[in-house]
């Protein structure tokens, strides 16, 4: 029965060909590079680094491709996930239940600053990797 004898063999070898090389790399570079493409799309001086006002531009831009209906605010619907519904009561400050854009980027410098402790008033790819600096990020892409 040689049809038999070769599946198992053949088989092993096609999971070995499709498994073996995507598997580790290009979990692991997924991981950074999602940061660091980021990084890179903010990092408008190319100096390797966010500083405020490079992540207020960032948001401005995200704020205007959000906001679909142009009624001038974003709510949680617009917002696609990116703030809880917990954050966007914290950060819509006249309670109307949606952010308009004075609220998101007030957003975005609360979270700068909290994902600065070095407070040199930029965010390096380590900073931008901590929570803070992931939560940051959620509102500039
Ligand atoms: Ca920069
Ligand atoms: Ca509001
Ligand atoms: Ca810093």
Do not use: N, W
Not at 101 to 108: D, I, W
Request: proline share 4%; net charge negative; no cysteine.
């Amino acid at each position: 029965m040689p049809a038999t004898a070769h599946r198992p063999v053949l088989a092993a070898t096609l999971a070995a060909a499709l498994l073996l090389p995507a598997a580790l790399p290009s979990t692991a570079l997924a991981r950074s590079s999602g940061t660091e493409r980021t990084l890179k799309m903010v990092d408008t001086d190319k100096d390797g680094t966010i500083d405020l006002a490079e992540a207020r531009a960032a948001a401005g831009h995200v704020f205007d491709g959000a906001e679909t209906d142009k009624d001038g605010t974003v709510d949680a619907k617009e917002l696609k996930g990116r703030l809880s519904k917990k954050d966007l009561k914290a950060a819509d400050t006249d309670s109307d239940g949606t952010l308009d854009r004075k609220e998101y980027l007030a957003l975005v410098e609360q979270r700068f600053k909290a994902a600065d402790p070095d407070s040199d008033g930029t965010l390096d790819a380590k900073e931008l990797k901590t929570p803070a600096g992931r939560s940051l990020l959620q509102l500039l892409k």
